[in-house]
Protein backbone atom coordinates (compact mmCIF):
# COMPACT_ATOMS: atom_id res chain seq x y z
CA UNK A 1 0.00 0.00 0.00
CA UNK A 2 0.93 3.76 -0.02
CA UNK A 3 2.60 4.60 2.62
CA UNK A 4 3.11 8.31 3.98
CA UNK A 5 5.65 9.20 6.98
CA UNK A 6 5.55 12.80 9.20
CA UNK A 7 8.70 13.80 11.25
CA UNK A 8 8.61 15.10 14.17
CA UNK A 9 5.40 13.17 15.60
CA UNK A 10 5.76 15.78 17.95
CA UNK A 11 7.93 18.87 18.68
CA UNK A 12 7.88 21.26 21.34
CA UNK A 13 9.43 24.79 20.71
CA UNK A 14 9.58 28.26 22.18
CA UNK A 15 7.68 30.83 21.43
CA UNK A 16 9.63 33.08 18.70
CA UNK A 17 11.13 29.90 17.44
CA UNK A 18 10.74 28.36 13.79
CA UNK A 19 9.60 24.79 13.48
CA UNK A 20 10.54 21.93 10.46
CA UNK A 21 7.72 19.34 9.99
CA UNK A 22 8.48 16.82 7.10
CA UNK A 23 6.47 15.07 4.82
CA UNK A 24 7.51 11.93 2.76
CA UNK A 25 5.49 9.44 0.77
CA UNK A 26 7.58 6.17 0.90
CA UNK A 27 6.86 3.99 -2.03
CA UNK A 28 5.21 6.08 -4.37
CA UNK A 29 5.80 9.48 -6.00
CA UNK A 30 3.64 12.07 -4.87
CA UNK A 31 2.66 15.03 -7.82
CA UNK A 32 0.73 16.69 -4.67
CA UNK A 33 0.89 17.01 -1.11
CA UNK A 34 -1.73 18.71 1.07
CA UNK A 35 -1.40 20.23 5.02
CA UNK A 36 -4.07 20.18 7.09
CA UNK A 37 -4.61 21.85 10.56
CA UNK A 38 -6.90 19.60 12.74
CA UNK A 39 -7.64 21.42 16.47
CA UNK A 40 -9.12 19.32 19.56
CA UNK A 41 -12.57 17.99 18.53
CA UNK A 42 -12.57 19.46 15.34
CA UNK A 43 -12.58 18.63 11.90
CA UNK A 44 -9.10 18.56 9.73
CA UNK A 45 -8.88 21.96 7.59
CA UNK A 46 -6.79 22.46 4.80
CA UNK A 47 -4.33 24.71 4.41
CA UNK A 48 -2.52 24.43 1.64
CA UNK A 49 -1.82 22.29 -1.70
CA UNK A 50 1.37 22.01 -2.92
CA UNK A 51 2.73 20.16 -6.81
CA UNK A 52 5.96 18.92 -6.76
CA UNK A 53 8.22 22.01 -7.87
CA UNK A 54 5.95 24.87 -8.00
CA UNK A 55 4.75 27.52 -5.07
CA UNK A 56 1.88 25.65 -2.83
CA UNK A 57 -1.62 27.35 -3.18
CA UNK A 58 -3.13 28.50 0.36
CA UNK A 59 -6.69 28.34 1.48
CA UNK A 60 -7.99 31.57 2.47
CA UNK A 61 -7.08 32.85 6.00
CA UNK A 62 -3.63 30.90 5.88
CA UNK A 63 -0.71 33.29 6.15
CA UNK A 64 1.69 31.56 3.48
CA UNK A 65 4.49 34.13 5.09
CA UNK A 66 3.66 32.33 8.50
CA UNK A 67 3.55 28.72 7.14
CA UNK A 68 6.11 27.97 4.62
CA UNK A 69 5.66 25.00 2.59
CA UNK A 70 8.01 23.45 0.14
CA UNK A 71 7.39 20.52 -2.52
CA UNK A 72 10.93 20.13 -3.68
CA UNK A 73 10.98 16.68 -4.62
CA UNK A 74 8.22 13.83 -5.46
CA UNK A 75 8.73 12.01 -2.24
CA UNK A 76 9.31 15.07 0.23
CA UNK A 77 7.57 18.38 1.48
CA UNK A 78 8.22 20.41 4.26
CA UNK A 79 6.15 22.48 6.21
CA UNK A 80 8.00 25.43 8.30
CA UNK A 81 6.00 27.27 10.89
CA UNK A 82 7.63 30.72 11.02
CA UNK A 83 8.11 32.38 14.35
CA UNK A 84 5.57 30.07 15.98
CA UNK A 85 3.43 31.36 18.79
CA UNK A 86 1.21 29.39 21.42
CA UNK A 87 -1.70 29.53 19.42
CA UNK A 88 0.10 27.71 16.16
CA UNK A 89 -0.05 24.45 18.81
CA UNK A 90 -2.03 22.40 17.10
CA UNK A 91 -2.01 18.95 14.71
CA UNK A 92 -0.58 19.04 11.79
CA UNK A 93 -1.58 16.21 9.10
CA UNK A 94 -0.34 15.69 5.55
CA UNK A 95 -1.59 13.68 2.72
CA UNK A 96 0.13 12.56 -0.94
CA UNK A 97 -0.96 11.91 -4.23
CA UNK A 98 -0.34 10.65 -7.28
CA UNK A 99 -2.09 13.70 -8.74
CA UNK A 100 -4.95 15.67 -7.81
CA UNK A 101 -7.90 13.15 -9.22
CA UNK A 102 -6.19 10.28 -7.00
CA UNK A 103 -6.68 9.32 -3.87
CA UNK A 104 -4.92 10.73 -0.67
CA UNK A 105 -2.77 8.94 1.17
CA UNK A 106 -2.14 10.52 4.91
CA UNK A 107 0.47 10.76 7.36
CA UNK A 108 0.40 9.70 10.79
CA UNK A 109 0.61 13.78 11.98
CA UNK A 110 2.92 16.04 13.83
CA UNK A 111 1.52 17.75 17.37
CA UNK A 112 3.06 20.90 18.01
CA UNK A 113 2.92 22.70 20.90
CA UNK A 114 4.64 26.44 20.89
CA UNK A 115 5.08 27.37 24.68
CA UNK B 1 -19.28 26.62 0.35
CA UNK B 2 -19.12 22.80 1.28
CA UNK B 3 -19.54 21.39 4.66
CA UNK B 4 -20.07 18.24 6.45
CA UNK B 5 -21.93 17.18 9.46
CA UNK B 6 -20.97 13.82 11.70
CA UNK B 7 -22.46 13.00 14.90
CA UNK B 8 -20.91 13.83 17.54
CA UNK B 9 -19.11 11.38 19.73
CA UNK B 10 -17.60 9.54 21.33
CA UNK B 11 -19.52 6.60 20.99
CA UNK B 12 -19.16 3.36 23.02
CA UNK B 13 -20.92 0.28 22.18
CA UNK B 14 -20.21 -3.23 23.10
CA UNK B 15 -18.61 -5.97 20.98
CA UNK B 16 -21.09 -7.42 18.18
CA UNK B 17 -23.33 -4.68 18.90
CA UNK B 18 -24.99 -2.17 15.41
CA UNK B 19 -23.45 0.53 14.72
CA UNK B 20 -24.92 3.89 12.84
CA UNK B 21 -22.96 6.63 12.71
CA UNK B 22 -24.75 9.81 10.85
CA UNK B 23 -23.28 11.68 8.23
CA UNK B 24 -24.79 14.73 6.26
CA UNK B 25 -23.45 16.91 3.90
CA UNK B 26 -24.25 20.21 2.04
CA UNK B 27 -22.68 21.20 -1.65
CA UNK B 28 -22.92 22.37 -4.83
CA UNK B 29 -23.35 19.66 -7.45
CA UNK B 30 -22.76 15.91 -6.24
CA UNK B 31 -19.56 15.34 -4.32
CA UNK B 32 -17.85 12.01 -3.82
CA UNK B 33 -18.22 10.90 -0.41
CA UNK B 34 -15.70 9.28 1.77
CA UNK B 35 -15.29 7.69 5.21
CA UNK B 36 -11.52 7.54 6.62
CA UNK B 37 -11.08 5.81 9.54
CA UNK B 38 -7.69 6.27 12.29
CA UNK B 39 -6.82 4.27 14.21
CA UNK B 40 -4.43 5.36 17.21
CA UNK B 41 -1.23 6.21 16.26
CA UNK B 42 -1.74 6.18 12.70
CA UNK B 43 -2.96 8.18 9.74
CA UNK B 44 -6.13 8.27 8.50
CA UNK B 45 -6.94 5.63 5.85
CA UNK B 46 -9.81 5.61 3.66
CA UNK B 47 -12.38 3.38 4.70
CA UNK B 48 -14.60 3.16 1.80
CA UNK B 49 -16.32 5.94 -0.74
CA UNK B 50 -19.46 6.52 -2.91
CA UNK B 51 -19.07 8.76 -5.84
CA UNK B 52 -22.46 8.93 -7.03
CA UNK B 53 -26.03 8.86 -5.83
CA UNK B 54 -27.40 5.39 -4.81
CA UNK B 55 -23.73 3.99 -4.71
CA UNK B 56 -22.93 1.85 -1.33
CA UNK B 57 -19.79 1.58 -0.60
CA UNK B 58 -18.09 -1.09 1.63
CA UNK B 59 -15.33 -2.20 3.12
CA UNK B 60 -14.03 -4.70 6.51
CA UNK B 61 -18.30 -4.91 6.92
CA UNK B 62 -18.76 -1.45 7.32
CA UNK B 63 -21.21 -0.10 4.39
CA UNK B 64 -22.40 3.51 3.74
CA UNK B 65 -25.12 4.51 0.95
CA UNK B 66 -24.84 7.86 -0.93
CA UNK B 67 -28.41 9.69 -0.46
CA UNK B 68 -28.91 12.85 -2.79
CA UNK B 69 -32.80 13.14 -1.28
CA UNK B 70 -31.65 13.27 2.38
CA UNK B 71 -28.00 14.85 1.41
CA UNK B 72 -26.33 11.78 3.79
CA UNK B 73 -23.86 9.28 3.86
CA UNK B 74 -24.21 6.91 6.90
CA UNK B 75 -21.69 4.90 8.12
CA UNK B 76 -23.13 1.50 9.61
CA UNK B 77 -21.65 -1.83 10.49
CA UNK B 78 -24.14 -4.74 11.63
CA UNK B 79 -21.46 -6.19 14.31
CA UNK B 80 -18.69 -4.51 15.37
CA UNK B 81 -15.15 -5.57 17.15
CA UNK B 82 -12.88 -4.10 19.78
CA UNK B 83 -10.94 -3.75 16.77
CA UNK B 84 -13.37 -1.01 15.18
CA UNK B 85 -12.43 1.37 18.36
CA UNK B 86 -10.85 4.57 15.92
CA UNK B 87 -12.14 7.64 15.08
CA UNK B 88 -14.38 7.65 12.10
CA UNK B 89 -14.38 11.25 9.81
CA UNK B 90 -16.83 11.69 6.94
CA UNK B 91 -15.45 13.38 4.17
CA UNK B 92 -16.99 15.03 0.91
CA UNK B 93 -15.10 16.02 -2.61
CA UNK B 94 -16.92 18.50 -5.01
CA UNK B 95 -15.47 19.99 -8.07
CA UNK B 96 -12.47 21.98 -6.47
CA UNK B 97 -11.15 18.02 -5.44
CA UNK B 98 -10.56 19.82 -1.97
CA UNK B 99 -11.34 17.19 0.94
CA UNK B 100 -14.18 18.61 3.15
CA UNK B 101 -14.04 16.60 6.66
CA UNK B 102 -16.54 16.44 9.42
CA UNK B 103 -15.12 17.06 13.15
CA UNK B 104 -15.03 12.93 13.87
CA UNK B 105 -16.51 10.29 15.40
CA UNK B 106 -14.48 8.26 18.59
CA UNK B 107 -15.72 4.73 18.71
CA UNK B 108 -14.68 2.20 21.29
CA UNK B 109 -15.96 -0.92 21.41
CA UNK B 110 -15.66 -2.81 24.64
CA UNK B 111 -15.84 -6.70 24.79
Known amino acids: GAVVSQHPSRVICKSGTSVKIECRSL??????MFWYRQFPKQSLMLMAT?????????EQGVEKDKFLINHASLTLSTLTVTSAHPEDSSFYIC???????????FGPGTRLTVT | GDSVTQMEGPVTLSEEAFLTINCTYTATGYPSLFWYVQYPGEGLQLLLKATKADDKGSNKGFEATYRKETTSFHLEKGSVQVSDSAVYFC??????????FGKGTKLTVNP
Open chain 1, 50 to 58: SNEGSKATY
Open chain 1, 95 to 105: SASRGRAYEQY
Open chain 1, 27 to 32: DFQATT
Open chain 2, 91 to 100: ASQGGSEKLV
